[in-house]
């Protein structure tokens, strides 16, 4: 008999919380054992989410009414901000696996200028890991607080952090082209995901100042060893879920495009979640919809 993880998933109302639950519904190692969602204490999880009624989970319930000593670990799908405060009182040897964005960042002064407040857990940040598995697989096994990466960072860093580490890339000429589904913006009621506002359009949003900016300043520039700031841009587009990364490089002298695509090759050879295509091949959302994972493809243009 395989032995369990006691899990509880924290704002389980949430998309990323749906997505916890439908993933770790089917994996042989976990167990739910708690979803919280404050304002829907009481009722089913399938009242919440039909399309995941019938499985074995228990009512949603409250944040206060939970037991810390009765999870192995602790999923945390709440806002940035509201997080910090709540992960502050979880007992230090429970696992917290933290979905937003409140310890991604180590250096705090570049967390108040981004998200406007100053950090209300900065004793913890030293124990948080950035939890891109393929880069800080060993450091995530042993960390007591996992930060999840943003979207965009993730569909930009598993790229671009093997050419930057080999430095197969220049570093001042990186441009980050991104476009997400609507669901990126969270469940939440507001006006720019409204159904008339997204469909049959698309536009730029947070130019120059979005704040995954910083998760990719921080993990490129680590990278390199030097300074990284890329040009990034998102933008929306009337679909449910998925990220397109356009990136536009330009190599490092002597290498090829080849050079560089080989890089990526050997680089994620062992990886189940990342497939790099052939080379002049390009990804498309509908061929990750649904799963866990990444494709990259590489093309040069020889202008």
Not at 136 to 145: E, F, K, S, T
Not at 249 to 270: F, I, N
């Amino acid at each position: 008999m395989v032995e369990q993880v006691n899990i509880a998933i924290l704002g389980a109302s949430g998309y990323t919380g749906a997505e916890l639950v439908r993933l770790l519904t089917h994996h042989p190692k976990a167990r739910i054992g708690a979803i919280t969602a404050d304002r829907k204490a009481g009722e089913s999880y399938g009242a919440v989410y039909p399309h995941l009624a019938g499985l074995d989970l228990p009512p949603l319930t409250t944040i206060d009414a939970l037991n810390w000593d009765d999870f192995d670990v602790i999923f945390c799908g709440l806002p940035h901000g509201t997080t910090q405060e709540v992960i502050a009182a979880i007992p230090t040897h429970k696992k917290v696996i933290d979905l937003s964005a409140d310890f991604r960042l180590t250096d705090l002064d570049a967390y108040a200028q981004w998200y406007g407040h100053p950090h209300r857990a900065p004793q913890l940040q030293d124990a948080a890991v950035y939890g891109l598995t393929e880069l800080y697989r060993d450091q995530i096994a042993q960390a007591r607080l996992v930060a999840c990466p943003g979207c965009y960072p993730t569909s930009a860093l598993l790229p671009l952090v093997p050419l930057f580490a080999q430095k197969l890339i220049q570093p001042g000429d990186v441009v980050i082209d991104s476009k997400s589904g609507v669901t990126g913006a969270g469940r939440g009621l507001k006006e720019g995901s409204l159904f008339a506002e997204v469909s049959e359009a698309i536009h730029a949003y947070g130019v120059a100042s979005h704040r995954h900016s910083a998760e990719l300043d921080q993990e490129l520039s680590l990278a390199a060893g030097s300074a990284v700031m890329p040009a990034f841009t998102p933008h929306l587009i009337p679909m449910n879920r998925g990220i397109l990364s356009t990136i536009y490089v330009t190599l490092a002298d002597g290498v090829s495009a080849m050079d560089a695509h080989a890089a990526l090759q050997e680089r994620y050879a062992g990886e189940y979640f990342v497939r790099v295509l052939p080379f002049g091949a390009v990804p498309a959302t509908r061929h990750v919809r649904g799963s866990n994972h990444v494709l990259i493809g590489a093309v040069e243009d020889r202008r």
